[in-house]
């Protein structure tokens, strides 16, 4: 190897995404400040090296919180124009309290909305199997919290496009046991076009547990 071929090999650039090197040569590795990507030239074009992130692609943890007895509880400042889609997982502990189906609504600027959610939901049970279909809800339901037992249960859902003012649409599922096992899968979908920040979990019941919330990489 040549001494400018051995430079060439170990040549970097700092740049942004609308100032990539013009001529890029095959191998060359650039860093963008405005994306905090590493990208290498392939011969044809750019490719991702790797991120900033722990995982390039995947899911990236937002926030993770315990909440302990409470009905409701707040997540703001969870979404933004960093990801497009996002996955909540929430994990019960304790219901200590009577409740019916839990629900989530969407915020903004700390305040939720509380109209206009649509879904259909299919629910398993120890009674049966039974179809739900409703429109213009308080919110979108996507647990079951009928016992005032320790309850352990679960559920998980994904939030496409909550941060652009478009219709936001969900889809995820549920399950607990308590005398028998309880399962649901719901989908629906939120009617106004507004961007949205976070949400909020709404019940009757007075519950703990923990709730993390995963971006969905790009």
């Known amino acids: 190897m040549g001494i400018s071929q051995g430079i060439d090999s170990v040549r970097t650039g700092v740049c942004t995404s609308s100032s990539r090197p013009a001529s890029p040569y095959d191998g060359q590795v650039i860093y963008e400040t405005d994306t905090d990507k590493t990208l290498v030239y392939n011969g044809t074009g750019w490719v991702f090296l790797s991120t900033s992130r722990a995982n390039p692609v995947g899911l990236d943890l937002i926030s993770r919180t315990t909440f302990t007895s409470t009905s409701t509880w707040a997540l703001d400042s969870i979404f933004s124009s960093t990801y497009?889609?996002?996955?909540?997982?929430?994990?019960?502990?304790?219901?200590?309290?009577t409740a019916n189906y839990a629900g989530f609504q969407l915020r903004v600027g700390g305040t939720a909305s509380t109209s206009g959610y649509n879904y259909a939901m299919i629910e398993s049970n120890n009674?049966?199997?039974?179809?739900?279909?409703?429109?213009?809800?308080?919110?979108?339901?996507?647990?079951?919290?009928?016992?005032?037992?320790?309850?352990?249960?679960?559920?998980?859902?994904?939030?496409?496009?909550?941060?652009?003012?478009?219709?936001?649409?969900?889809t995820g599922q549920f399950m607990g046991y308590n005398v028998g096992l309880r399962g649901i899968a719901a989908h629906g979908y939120h009617s106004p076009a507004t961007s949205y920040d976070g949400i909020q979990i709404v019940n009757g019941s007075?519950?703990?547990g923990t709730v993390s919330v995963y971006g969905y990489a790009k």
């Not at 497009?84 to 309290?97: E, F, L, V």
């Not at 049966?128 to 919110?139: D, I, L, P, V």
């Open 84 to 97: 497009d889609n996002y996955r909540i997982d929430i994990n019960y502990t304790a219901i200590t309290s």
């Open 206 to 208: 007075t519950a703990s």
């Open 127 to 170: 009674a049966g199997t039974t179809n739900r279909y409703a429109t213009a809800q308080a919110s979108m339901p996507m647990m079951d919290l009928v016992s005032a037992d320790a309850v352990i249960g679960s559920s998980t859902f994904t939030v496409f496009k909550p941060n652009i003012a478009q219709v936001t649409s969900f």
